[in-house]
C-alpha cells in the first residue's frame, strides 16, 4: 500500500518538476523568489509534534524552492513569540509560520499580538481528527450512554489546560450534545490524558488516533464517536459525532501561514511550492505513519475557511466559559 | 582573620521582603473564570510565601556563626569591572551579534582576569568564538542572534 | 527467546554497530555542550535517520539519548555547568570533587556507575517492560503527589549544614515553580505580563545560572587565590576501593532510576534528585555529602541513566512517551512505521531486541570512552582559569539561549547566577532550591488535579492505597530520626 502511494506521489513529483521545466518564462517572471533562505517560525520547543511537521515539510520543501530553509523556534506566550518574531520580519514571503489552534486561541485572548486578519493562510499541513473515547469498563456502552449520563451529571473529561484547545473542544462537544456542562481534568501532555482515562481517572476523553493508538488496539480505550466530518478509514464502524445527530467536529490542525501584505504572486508560489513538497513521498509517509489524514494537505481556499471558522467558534466557546475579557 | 558582621538578619529581611512581594502580587492575578471545581491560582503561591516568611523569621532569630573572611572574601574594584562585562555582553549581542561577541568579550575578561598572556588568550577566544559558530551554526543549524550588525549586512 | 538472539545478532552487523558508535560519540559530546541536549539532537537527526531503514535509525537515536545522559555529567563535574538537567544532581557533589583535585575519580566513577544503571533498567526492559508499564495506569495524580511529597520531604537535611537555610531555598523553588501559567485554572502567575515567564521557569536556565555562572561569578571574585591548582591527582580514576564504597548508591540509584524513569510524568531530573537523597539517607559516610562525596555522585548518575532504560519501557510497551527525549524517539519510531505497544514485544521481537542490544551496545562504548577519556577530561582543570571561566560564561549563555532560542532564558540565566553567587556567598546550597522547583510544580499541579477528580472531597485520598503507603513512608522517613533520638535519650542513662 505503501509502496503504491509512494510511486505514485514520486510520479507527481516528476510532472510536478516537469511543468516548472516547461514554463521558464514563468519562473524569469518572478524573478528570483525565494532569492534567500526561508524561515519557518513555529511555536513549538525543538522535537515537540508540530516543530516535527515543519521539519518533515522541510525535507523536500528546499529542493522544491531551491532555496534553503530553517526552522526557527520561538517557544514562549503560546505562539505570541511566534507571531511578533514573524510580524518583525518584512512581509516579502520569506518568513512563514506554522499556525495551529493554539495561536487563534492566543490572538483572541491576547490583543498585542498580530491578529487572525494579519494573517494570509497559505497551506494546511495536517489534519488530525479526535475521538471520543472511554476505557474498557466504562458503563458507556456506546455514544447515546455517554450522552445520557452526561445530561444527570457533570462528566470528567481530560484534557490539555484551562483555556487550551482541547478545553474548547470538550466545551463545544457538550454543547452539541447538550450535556451538562463538563468538568475538564488538565493534563500536560496526550500522554497523561490518555494514562489517566485507562487508569479511570476520568470518565472519557477527545484524543487524536494516534496518541492512544496502543491502547485502542489492545482494547484497553474503545471508541464511542469520531468528531470528525465523514468516517474516517482507520476506523470505518465508528459513527461520527455528525451522524448521531452531534454537531461537533473537533480536529488538531497546522498549516502555514504568511503576513498580511506579502505580494500575491509570492503567495501564490509559496501555497504552490508547499502543496507540491508536501505531496511528495516522505510527507505521505510521515502523515500516514503518524495516523494523520491523508488528504491533510489543502490549499489556501480550504485552509483559509477552515481557520476562519475555529477563530468564531473559539472566541464564542472562550466568551461562554468566562476565559474572555 | 576580620569577623563579617553577622549576615543573618540581612538576608532574613531579604527573604522575607522576597515573600511579601509574592504575597502582594497574588492579588494582581487574573481572577479565575468561574465554575472551575478544585484549589484556585492564589492558594498555593500564598501558603507557600507564607511559609517562606516563617521561615525568615526562624532566620532572623537564629544566631548563627558568622562567617569568616576566608569563606566571604570581598568583591574587588576589578571583580566589579568583570561583572559589568558579563552584564554588557548582551547589549553587545544585540549589537553585533552572538558569534562576534565571543571573542572579543573572551579576549578582554580574560585579559581582566590576568596571569595568561595575550597570544593564548587570543587563540583560545578565536577558537572558541569559530568552535562554536561551527557546532551550533553550520552543524546542528540553530539560529543564533545575528544583532543589529548582522541585520545590516543582510545575514 | 528466539527474538533475544535475533535482536543480538545486530550487534555483529558492522553499519548497525557503527551507527551505534557514532550516536555514542555524539551523544556524549552534546550532552557535555550546554546548550545542546540529547532532545534537541534527536530531533534535529530525525529527518536525516528516515533513509537509514528502522533499526538502524533506531539504535542511532537509542545511542545518542544513552549517551547523552552520560555526556553532561562531564561539564557538570569539571565545570559545574550541568550539560543537562540531570546532571544538576551529579554537579553538587562531583564538582566539590574536581576543587579538590579528584576529577578523575568523580568522571570514572560517574562512566561506571552511568554504565551499571543503565544497563541494569535495559535488562529490566527486557524481563519486566510490559508488567512493568501496567504500573504506570495505577499512577494517577494522587499517587504522583505523594511522590512528590516524599522527595520534597528530605529536602531539610540536603544541602548546606543549616536546616533553616535548605528550607528556604527549596520553598524559594516552590515559588519559583509556580511563575507562570497555572494548568488548572488557566490563570498566569507572577508572569507579569512577559511571555518568557508565562510559560513557566524552564530548569535549564535556572540550572546553567544557578551553578555554572554563579561559580564563575565566584571564580571572579576568588581570582587571586586560586593560584593553587591541586592537579597532580586529577588523572587517578577509580579503582577497586571506590567501587566498593559505591556499591551500595549505585544499586539504589539503578533501582530508584529504573522505577521513576518507568513513571511516564516523572524523568531522569527527578530520578537523579530522589536517587541522591536516598544515597545520602543509606550512606555509611554521611559527612562526606555536600564536600565532594564520590558516593554522591555514584547515587544519582546510576539513577538518572537507569531512568533511561526506565523511561523506555512506557515508551515501547505503551505507546506513552515516558520523558520529553523519549517522545521524540517515539516519534521517530512512528515516522519509521514502528507502532509501539504491547504487541510490539510478540509481533516485532526482533526489531525490539535490536533496541535493546543497541542500548546495551552503547552503554559498553561510553564506559570504554568515558574511562578511557576520563583522563582527558580531567585536564580541563588545568586550562589557565583566565580562559576557562569567561568561556564557561560564554558556553552558559549559549546554552540558556539554545534549547528554545530565547534572549529571555539568557535574562532568566543571569538572574539565577547573581542568586546562585549570593548563595555561595550567604551559605546556602542550590540542591534544596531545585528540588523545590522540579518537585514542587508536580506537588502542586497533581494536588489540585487530585482535587478534581475527588470533586474538592480530600478525604478520598484514603482510597488510594499506592498514594497512602508513600505518604506512610515519609511520614516515617520524617519522624524516624525524632523516635531514634528520643529512643537514645531513654537508654542512654542506664
Given at each position: 500500500m505503501s509502496f503504491i502511494t509512494s510511486r505514485r506521489s514520486l510520479a507527481r513529483l516528476g510532472l510536478g518538476a516537469g511543468a516548472l521545466l516547461a514554463a521558464p518564462r514563468l519562473t524569469r517572471a518572478q524573478?528570483?523568489?525565494?532569492e534567500r533562505m526561508i524561515e519557518v517560525v513555529t511555536?513549538?520547543?525543538?522535537?515537540?509534534g508540530t516543530d516535527i511537521t515543519a521539519r518533515m515539510m522541510m525535507v523536500q520543501a528546499a529542493g522544491e524552492f531551491k532555496q534553503e530553509l530553517v526552522v526557527v523556534n520561538r517557544t514562549a506566550g503560546s505562539g505570541a513569540q511566534a507571531l511578533q518574531y514573524l510580524a518583525s520580519?518584512?512581509?516579502?514571503?520569506h518568513t512563514i509560520i506554522l499556525v495551529t489552534q493554539t495561536h487563534l486561541l492566543t490572538q483572541i485572548r491576547n490583543r498585542n499580538v498580530p491578529q487572525f486578519a494579519d494573517l494570509v493562510p497559505l497551506v494546511r499541513a495536517t489534519d488530525d481528527p479526535q475521538l471520543v473515547l472511554v476505557r474498557r469498563?466504562?458503563?458507556?456502552?456506546t455514544a447515546a450512554d455517554l450522552v445520557a449520563a452526561g445530561k444527570q451529571r457533570s462528566l470528567r473529561f481530560g484534557g490539555t489546560?484551562?483555556?487550551?484547545v482541547d478545553h474548547i473542544a470538550i466545551f463545544s462537544f457538550g454543547r452539541a450534545a447538550g450535556l451538562q456542562q463538563p468538568t475538564l481534568v488538565p493534563f500536560r501532555g496526550g500522554g497523561e490524558i490518555v494514562i489517566n482515562l485507562v487508569g479511570g481517572n476520568t470518565d472519557s476523553a477527545l484524543v487524536n488516533p494516534a496518541e492512544a493508538e496502543s491502547q485502542l488496539r489492545s482494547g484497553e480505550l474503545r471508541p464511542l464517536?469520531?468528531?470528525?466530518?465523514k468516517r474516517l478509514p482507520g476506523f470505518p464502524d465508528l459513527p461520527t459525532a455528525k451522524e448521531s445527530g452531534i454537531d461537533c467536529v473537533a480536529s488538531t490542525v497546522r498549516g502555514f501561514c504568511v503576513l498580511k501584505g506579502t505580494p500575491e504572486d509570492r503567495v501564490a508560489r509559496l501555497e504552490q511550492g508547499l502543496v507540491r513538497a508536501m505531496s511528495g513521498p516522505i510527507f505521505k509517509t510521515y502523515l500516514e505513519n503518524t495516523g494523520q489524514?491523508?488528504?491533510s494537505v489543502v490549499g489556501r481556499a480550504e485552509w483559509g475557511a477552515q481557520l476562519q471558522a475555529f477563530h468564531e467558534s473559539g472566541r464564542e466557546a472562550l466568551q461562554a466559559l468566562g476565559l474572555l475579557r | 582573620m576580620r569577623r563579617a558582621r553577622n549576615p543573618n538578619h540581612a538576608i532574613a529581611a531579604t527573604i522575607a521582603v522576597v515573600a511579601l512581594c509574592a504575597i502582594a502580587a497574588?492579588?494582581?492575578?487574573?481572577?479565575?473564570?468561574?465554575?472551575?471545581?478544585?484549589?484556585?491560582?492564589v492558594e498555593f503561591p500564598r501558603l507557600v510565601s507564607g511559609i517562606l516568611l516563617a521561615l525568615a523569621l526562624v532566620l532572623g532569630l537564629t544566631a548563627a556563626s558568622p562567617p569568616t573572611e576566608e569563606e566571604v572574601p570581598r568583591v574587588s574594584g576589578q571583580a566589579w569591572v568583570i561583572f559589568a562585562l558579563c552584564l554588557g555582553f548582551l547589549p553587545l549581542v544585540d549589537m553585533i551579534g552572538m558569534i562576534p561577541a565571543i571573542p572579543i568579550f573572551l579576549l578582554v575578561v580574560g585579559r581582566l582576569w590576568?596571569?595568561?598572556?595575550?597570544p593564548s588568550l587570543l587563540l583560545s577566544a578565536l577558537g572558541m568564538g569559530i568552535g562554536i559558530w561551527i557546532v551550533?551554526?553550520?552543524?546542528?543549524?540553530l539560529t543564533l542572534p545575528k544583532g543589529w550588525l548582522g541585520t545590516m549586512l543582510g545575514l | 527467546m528466539e527474538g533475544f538472539l535475533g535482536g543480538l545478532?545486530?550487534?555483529?552487523d558492522p553499519w548497525v554497530m557503527l551507527m551505534v558508535f557514532l550516536g555514542t560519540v555524539l551523544g556524549i559530546f552534546v550532552g557535555a555542550l550546554?546548550?545542546?541536549?540529547g532532545s534537541t539532537t534527536i530531533a534535529l537527526m530525525l529527518p536525516m535517520t528516515i533513509?537509514?531503514?528502522p533499526i538502524p535509525a533506531i539504535c542511532f537515536l537509542g545511542a545518542i539519548y544513552c549517551a547523552a545522559n552520560f555526556g553532561g555529567s562531564i561539564t557538570a563535574i569539571m565545570v559545574?555547568?550541568?550539560?543537562?538537567?540531570?546532571a544538576s544532581a551529579t554537579a553538587l557533589e562531583g564538582y566539590k570533587m574536581a576543587e579538590k583535585g579528584q576529577a578523575g575519580l568523580a568522571l570514572g566513577m560517574s562512566a561506571v556507575s552511568s554504565a551499571i544503571g543503565g544497563i541494569f533498567s535495559i535488562f529490566v526492559l527486557i524481563i519486566a517492560a510490559p508488567l512493568l508499564a501496567r504500573a504506570a495506569y495505577s499512577f494517577g495524580p494522587p499517587e504522583y503527589f505523594a511522590l512528590a511529597v516524599f522527595g520534597l520531604s528530605m529536602c531539610a537535611a540536603i544541602?548546606?549544614?543549616?536546616a533553616v537555610k535548605n528550607l528556604i531555598a527549596a520553598a524559594l523553588g516552590v515559588l519559583l515553580a509556580?511563575?507562570?501559567?497555572?494548568?488548572?485554572?488557566?490563570t498566569e502567575r507572577f508572569?507579569?505580563?512577559i511571555d518568557e515567564l508565562a510559560d513557566g521557569i524552564k530548569f535549564v536556565p535556572v540550572l546553567i545560572g544557578l551553578f555554572a555562572v554563579g561559580e564563575m561569578l565566584d571564580q571572579v571574585v576568588r581570582r587571586a587565590e586560586?593560584?593553587?591548582?591541586?592537579?597532580?591527582?586529577?588523572a587517578r580514576v577509580p579503582g577497586m576501593a571506590e567501587f566498593r564504597k559505591c556499591n551500595r548508591s549505585i544499586w539504589l540509584g539503578s533501582v530508584i532510576g529504573t522505577f521513576i524513569g518507568a513513571?511516564?510524568?516523572?524523568g531522569a531530573t527527578t530520578a537523579a534528585l530522589i536517587g541522591y537523597n536516598e544515597t545520602r539517607r543509606w550512606?555509611?559516610?554521611?559527612?562526606?555529602f555536600g564536600k565532594g562525596s564520590i558516593e554522591g555522585v555514584a547515587g544519582p548518575e546510576a539513577a538518572n541513566n537507569a531512568a533511561v532504560g526506565g523511561s523506555m519501557v512506557p515508551t515501547l510497551?505503551?505507546?506513552?512517551?515516558?520523558?520529553a527525549t523519549t517522545a521524540i524517539i517515539l516519534a521517530g519510531l512512528i515516522v519509521q512505521g514502528v507502532r509501539p505497544g504491547p504487541h510490539l514485544f510478540t509481533e516485532q521481537p526482533t526489531l525490539l531486541y535490536a533496541v535493546f542490544a543497541s542500548m546495551l551496545a552503547a552503554n559498553l562504548f561510553y564506559l570504554g570512552l568515558g574511562l578511557y577519556m576520563a583522563k582527558f577530561f580531567a585536564r580541563?582543570?588545568?586550562?589557565?582559569p583566565a580562559i576557562l571561566w569567561p568561556s564557561v560564561f560564554v558556553l552558559s549563555i549559549i546554552g540558556a539561549y539554545g534549547?528554545?532560542?530565547s534572549m529571555g532564558d539568557v535574562v532568566i540565566m543571569l538572574i539565577a547566577g547573581v542568586v546562585g553567587f549570593l548563595f555561595r556567598r550567604t551559605g546556602f546550597s542550590p540542591a534544596p532550591l531545585i528540588m523545590g522547583l522540579v518537585l514542587g510544580g508536580k506537588m502542586e499541579e497533581t494536588l489540585k488535579q487530585s482535587l478534581i477528580i475527588f470533586g474538592d472531597?480530600?478525604?478520598?485520598?484514603?482510597?488510594r492505597p499506592i498514594a497512602m503507603t508513600l505518604l506512610a513512608i515519609t511520614a516515617v522517613g520524617l519522624l524516624w530520626p525524632l523516635f531514634s533520638r528520643l529512643w537514645r535519650l531513654r537508654v542512654a542513662p542506664r
Open positions: 524573478a528570483a523568489f525565494p511555536h513549538a520547543g525543538v522535537g515537540g520580519k518584512p512581509a516579502d514571503g469498563d466504562s458503563p458507556f456502552r489546560h484551562v483555556g487550551g464517536l469520531a468528531l470528525s466530518e489524514s491523508p488528504d | 497574588t492579588f494582581t492575578f487574573e481572577p479565575v473564570p468561574p465554575g472551575l471545581p478544585g484549589l484556585g491560582a590576568g596571569g595568561t598572556a595575550w551550533f551554526v553550520k552543524i546542528f543549524r | 545478532a545486530i550487534l555483529v550546554p546548550g545542546i541536549s533513509a537509514m531503514g559545574n555547568a550541568p550539560g543537562d538537567p540531570s544541602g548546606g549544614d543549616s509556580t511563575i507562570g501559567m497555572d494548568l488548572t485554572t488557566g508572569a507579569f505580563g586560586k593560584a593553587k591548582i591541586i592537579a597532580m591527582d586529577a513513571l511516564p510524568a516523572l550512606s555509611k559516610h554521611k559527612e562526606e510497551a505503551l505507546g506513552i512517551p515516558g520523558s580541563i582543570s588545568l586550562v589557565p534549547p528554545d532560542q472531597d480530600v478525604s478520598l485520598f484514603a482510597t
